[in-house]
């Protein structure tokens, strides 16, 4: 699925000036579908009047909407919000920042970009982990394929990301690391978002490929040499000064 073209408008048409905005979600893991959503990450900045006066500014903005027949839903975190998350071995969020699918940046978000090496944790692991055991509860309940994709999309991320210190979010970019049927999952998914899982992916192999996988990712979070905490914590707090001062 193609993104619209008038992605590029959004971003100019907020409350508050935006230091990035990202394209997430199925576009951004590599399995749009004709129906899919455009998901919208990134970051506002807040005034300095709304933040330290009575009257305060959202930290986080969080609407959906029809434009053109497509549902955008856009999220946006002040930039100290995003930030604190970023220390916080959050995978979320850390995809949003490194996303290439790039809708509005500025020198704030190339900053953040050269920092984000020293953003990466071993204990990332974690995120995924967790993501993953949410996916495959939500896969049991619905038996849509979408959460069974996610599953093996985190997993093979969190297992890449502890192996090479590089995040991929894009499923197409890590079948090495899953079944080889997982191609064919990923076009049934860009037929429809919410189809069911096709016959081959509700057996007890996908079971036990998802436990294969679960069990590499935690191995590769053993084996991981990724330092225990964020190491660029104090340029981040400079960024964040700079930026509400200027």
């Known amino acids: 699925m193609t993104l619209p073209p008038w992605l590029d408008q959004i971003p100019r048409e907020q409350p508050y000036p935006l230091a990035f905005a990202t394209v997430s979600g199925a576009h951004l893991y590599g399995f749009p579908s004709a129906d899919s959503d455009v998901d919208l990450r990134g970051v506002h900045v807040l005034p300095v009047e709304e933040i330290v006066g009575l009257r305060t500014g959202d930290e986080t903005i969080d609407r959906s909407w029809l434009r053109s027949g497509v549902e955008v839903d856009l999220v946006t975190h002040d930039l100290l919000k995003f930030c604190r998350l970023l220390?916080?071995?959050?995978?979320?969020?850390?995809?949003?920042?490194?996303?290439?699918?790039?809708?509005?940046?500025?020198?704030?978000?190339?900053?953040?970009?050269?920092?984000?090496?020293?953003l990466v944790?071993?204990?990332?692991?974690?995120?995924?982990?967790?993501?993953a055991r949410t996916?495959?509860?939500?896969?049991?309940?619905?038996g849509e394929l979408k959460p069974l994709l996610y599953t093996f999309r985190v997993l093979a991320t969190g297992i890449?990301?502890?192996?090479?210190?590089?995040?991929?979010?894009?499923?197409?970019?890590?079948?090495g690391y899953v079944p080889?049927?997982?191609?064919?999952?990923v076009a049934?998914?860009?037929?429809?978002?919410h189809?069911?899982?096709p016959a081959l992916a509700t057996s007890a192999t996908a079971e036990e490929d998802v436990a294969r996988l679960t069990a590499e990712l935690e191995q590769a979070m053993a084996a991981s040499r990724l330092p225990e905490a964020a190491s660029v914590d104090a340029a981040v707090h400079d960024l964040v000064v700079r930026t509400r001062l200027r």
């Open 160 to 175: 890449h990301l502890m192996r090479t210190g590089a995040l991929e979010a894009d499923l197409t970019r890590l079948f």
């Open 87 to 118: 220390l916080r071995r959050n995978g979320y969020v850390l995809e949003q920042l490194l996303s290439p699918l790039v809708v509005a940046s500025s020198p704030v978000h190339e900053e953040l970009v050269s920092l984000a090496p020293g």
């Open 135 to 142: 996916q495959w509860r939500l896969f049991g309940k619905t």
């Open 180 to 185: 080889g049927y997982l191609p064919e999952l």
């Open 195 to 197: 189809a069911p899982a």
């Open 188 to 193: 049934a998914k860009r037929e429809a978002e």
């Open 121 to 131: 944790t071993r204990n990332h692991g974690h995120h995924y982990l967790g993501f």
